[in-house]
């Protein structure tokens, strides 16, 4: 079982990065994925989420808007389209899996996203 997310780097305010979180050992599409990123100092929290078939996504307030989370069941992926980039915005971005039925749950080891000038 393994989510490895890949995708960040440094990028200038008002740039764009996608991140992708590629999944692989278990049933992908039956699993709703979240991104989280924790900020130097900061706690972690949710930024994203959608579910098993894509039919739902959530925004926190902080990204609404800038951000866009989709998915490719085919590809066993999910992705974090980010524009608009902030150096508010920089933290180690992770992605989360999990199934509420069965209350199986994989982290990915994150994705370092910078930004600055």
């Known amino acids: 079982v393994q989510l490895v997310e890949s995708g960040g780097g440094l990028v200038q305010p008002g740039g764009s990065l996608r991140l992708s979180c590629a999944a692989s050992g278990f049933t992908f599409s039956s699993y709703t994925v979240r991104w989280y990123r924790q900020g130097p100092g900061k706690e972690r929290e949710q930024v994203a989420g959608?579910?098993?078939?894509?039919?739902?996504?959530y925004y926190s307030d902080s990204v609404k808007g800038r951000f866009t989370v989709s998915r490719d069941n085919a590809k066993n992926t999910v992705y974090l389209q980010m524009n608009s980039l902030t150096p508010e915005d920089t933290a180690v971005y992770y992605c989360?899996?999990?199934?509420?039925?069965?209350?199986?749950?994989?982290w990915g080891q994150g994705t370092q996203v910078t930004v600055s000038s």
């Open positions: 959608i579910t098993s078939a894509g039919g739902s996504t």
């Open positions: 989360k899996a999990f199934n509420s039925d069965s209350g199986y749950a994989y």
